[in-house]
């Protein structure tokens, strides 16, 4: 993060004879101070001051004439004064000094001395620079990864970063943004997020740092932040349906070093219990402007009903390497889970309302679960061509597995409480998808005009397997 803006350096000169350097934000100031002296600017002392820094020239000025002498140090640095030869009083001498200068020496009422700048003159902006950590803000950074270009916010339909939330899927990341509902999420084990009444479960409108991905579930631990955009706008990033995209970024390796470890315990009645805990580290690999980071999580709990239990794990490194015009990220992320496959609760045929039992009450069997494995390989190279072009390159390669079981619920007969049920599964399900991107952005003058340009292909392939279906 940069800021630009005018910063005053004061600049005092008495008749001490020490000099004390100071440097900030990149301008060096000098600073010279002692104490107060009597009136001295009627008194006319003999000089000999030759040609040089106008700094300089003003220090032995106030020495050797006893005055104290301040004003703003970017007013003469990088001037140079005529000097001084003769015999003066303090006014005339610093007249001599500053003729033509754009400064002239303002007396003040106990016979000091102020530097003024005259009204035409201009000061050279002085540029400060700071660096803030993103980490620790509420303000989001531009959505480049979902648009391939670095677009404002306030550009952007929606953008939502996570921070105190703490959401355990997109569902919960996404309950408070407008226009998105949750569609058929195949017994709680799937993202499915209808945008503006679009969507469905794996239909490539569920990103992961700008690339789809074909995997039931998009939120994890190495999750940084989501980014939403809606409506038909999303026709323009790619193949899409015209309700939006869902963007999950990942956190990327820093050369700063940062270690976390949290834990998490749950309790519920009955003795349903849980815990889990994740591990984030990050950090620099010597002076090789390499990147590190290496994100652990885990989740053992017991399921809210009467039976079933969810598990997941994950293990997701990823190294950076951060150049000077080059940036280069590698990440891969390993997921293992078990999910109850839990349909809900049954309604009653005779009001359309849920039977009269108790929420927690499951009429499936425990073998009711999906039990699988995801894996996720992702490569960036970005480059910056110079002020105006830059390049991007992405690949991405993402494989899901899983085998589900269901009991499924055909038919009650509330009168006499039988329960027809139907033994289904799926056996062998593999999803794969590939997807490169490839693209060209510049700005460039056209009559006087700025024209931004954005070129840029991307392929897919993806393929989803069902080896056994059972019905």
Same mark, same amino acid.
Request: hydrophobic share 35%.
């Given at each position: 993060?940069?800021?630009?803006?005018?910063?005053?350096?004061?600049?005092?000169?008495?008749?001490? *004879?020490?000099?004390?350097?100071?440097?900030?934000?990149?301008?060096?100031?000098?600073?010279?101070?002692?104490?107060?002296?009597?009136?001295?600017?009627?008194?006319?002392?003999?000089?000999?001051?030759?040609?040089?820094?106008?700094?300089?020239?003003?220090?032995?000025?106030?020495?050797?004439?006893?005055?104290? $002498?301040?004003?703003?140090? *970017?007013?003469?640095?990088?001037?140079?004064?005529?000097?001084?030869?003769?015999?003066?009083?303090?006014?005339?001498?610093?007249?001599?000094?500053?003729?033509?200068?754009?400064?002239?020496?303002?007396?003040?009422?106990?016979? !000091?001395?102020?530097?003024?700048?005259?009204?035409?003159?201009?000061?050279?902006?002085?540029?400060?620079?700071?660096?803030?950590?993103?980490?620790?803000?509420?303000?989001?950074?531009?959505?480049?990864?979902?648009?391939?270009?670095?677009?404002?916010?306030?550009?952007?339909?929606?953008?939502?970063?996570?921070?105190?939330?703490?959401?355990?899927?997109?569902?919960?990341?996404?309950?408070?943004?407008?226009?998105?509902?949750?569609?058929?999420?195949?017994?709680?084990?799937?993202?499915?997020?209808?945008?503006?009444?679009?969507?469905?479960?794996?239909?490539?409108?569920?990103?992961?740092?700008?690339?789809?991905?074909?995997?039931?579930?998009?939120?994890?631990?190495?999750?940084?932040?989501?980014?939403?955009?809606?409506?038909?706008? !999303?026709?323009?990033?790619?193949?899409?349906?015209?309700?939006?995209?869902?963007?999950?970024?990942?956190?990327?390796?820093?050369?700063?070093?940062?270690?976390?470890?949290?834990?998490?315990?749950?309790?519920?009645?009955?003795?349903?219990?849980?815990?889990?805990?994740?591990?984030?580290?990050?950090?620099? $690999?010597?002076? !090789?402007?390499?990147?590190?980071?290496?994100?652990?999580?885990?989740?053992?709990? /017991?399921?809210?009903?009467?039976?079933?239990?969810?598990?997941?794990?994950?293990?997701?490194?990823?190294?950076?390497?951060?150049?000077?015009?080059?940036?280069?990220?590698?990440?891969?992320?390993?997921?293992?889970?078990?999910?109850?496959?839990?349909?809900?609760?049954?309604?009653?045929?005779?009001?359309?309302?849920?039977?009269?039992?108790?929420?927690?009450?499951?009429?499936?069997?425990?073998?009711?679960?999906?039990?699988?494995?995801? /894996?996720?390989?992702?490569?960036?190279?970005?480059?910056?061509?110079?002020?105006?072009?830059?390049?991007?390159?992405?690949?991405?390669?993402?494989?899901?597995?899983?085998? *589900?079981?269901?009991?499924?619920?055909? *038919?009650?007969?509330?009168?006499?409480?039988?329960?027809?049920?139907?033994?289904?599964?799926?056996?062998?399900?593999?999803?794969?998808?590939?997807?490169?991107?490839?693209?060209?952005?510049?700005?460039?003058?056209?009559?006087?005009?700025?024209?931004?340009?954005?070129?840029?292909?991307?392929?897919?392939?993806?393929?989803?397997?069902?080896?056994?279906?059972?019905?």
């Amino acid at each position: 993060m940069h800021f630009h803006k005018r910063r005053p350096f004061y600049l005092s000169l008495t008749p001490l *004879a020490m000099i004390i350097p100071l440097t900030v934000g990149g301008v060096s100031a000098s600073w010279v101070s002692t104490a107060s002296a009597t009136d001295a600017s009627a008194l006319t002392h003999r000089f000999s001051i030759e040609k040089g820094p106008l700094t300089g020239q003003l220090v032995r000025f106030a020495q050797q004439a006893g005055i104290e $002498l301040a004003g703003n140090a *970017a007013y003469t640095d990088g001037k140079v004064g005529p000097g001084l030869d003769g015999n003066y009083s303090a006014t005339e001498g610093l007249t001599v000094l500053l003729a033509g200068s754009g400064i002239f020496a303002a007396q003040q009422s106990n016979g !000091s001395y102020t530097l003024v700048a005259s009204e035409s003159m201009e000061l050279r902006a002085t540029q400060v620079e700071a660096n803030s950590d993103r980490s620790t803000s509420y303000q989001p950074t531009g959505a480049s990864s979902i648009l391939h270009s670095d677009r404002s916010t306030l550009e952007v339909p929606q953008v939502v970063v996570l921070r105190d939330q703490k959401p355990r899927n997109l569902d919960d990341a996404l309950a408070n943004t407008s226009g998105i509902t949750q569609g058929n999420t195949l017994a709680a084990t799937q993202d499915t997020l209808m945008k503006r009444g679009f969507g469905g479960n794996r239909d490539g409108s569920i990103m992961h740092n700008g690339m789809p991905i074909v995997q039931g579930r998009g939120l994890s631990a190495t999750a940084d932040s989501v980014e939403v955009l809606k409506g038909p706008a !999303s026709l323009l990033y790619g193949i899409m349906d015209p309700g939006g995209v869902v963007n999950v970024v990942s956190k990327r390796p820093q050369l700063e070093s940062y270690n976390a470890i949290s834990g998490r315990a749950s309790a519920y009645a009955h003795g349903r219990d849980g815990s889990g805990g994740s591990f984030d580290s990050t950090g620099g $690999l010597g002076d !090789s402007r390499l990147a590190y980071r290496m994100v652990m999580d885990y989740e053992d709990e /017991d399921y809210w009903r009467n039976f079933g239990i969810h598990r997941e794990s994950l293990v997701a490194p990823s190294l950076a390497w951060y150049g000077d015009t080059t940036q280069v990220v590698l990440s891969y992320e390993h997921r293992e889970f078990l999910y109850p496959f839990d349909r809900g609760t049954a309604l009653d045929p005779r009001t359309n309302h849920p039977l009269d039992i108790p929420r927690t009450r499951r009429l499936d069997e425990p073998f009711n679960e999906m039990e699988g494995r995801s /894996d996720l390989t992702q490569l960036s190279v970005d480059h910056q061509f110079n002020d105006n072009w830059k390049s991007h390159f992405g690949y991405s390669w993402n494989r899901e597995t899983y085998d *589900a079981n269901q009991l499924r619920i055909n *038919a009650i007969n509330a009168a006499t409480g039988a329960v027809t049920r139907s033994n289904d599964a799926t056996h062998g399900a593999v999803s794969t998808d590939s997807f490169a991107i490839a693209d060209l952005e510049g700005t460039f003058q056209i009559a006087g005009f700025q024209n931004d340009l954005q070129v840029g292909v991307d392929d897919e392939k993806r393929k989803i397997f069902r080896s056994d279906l059972l019905r």
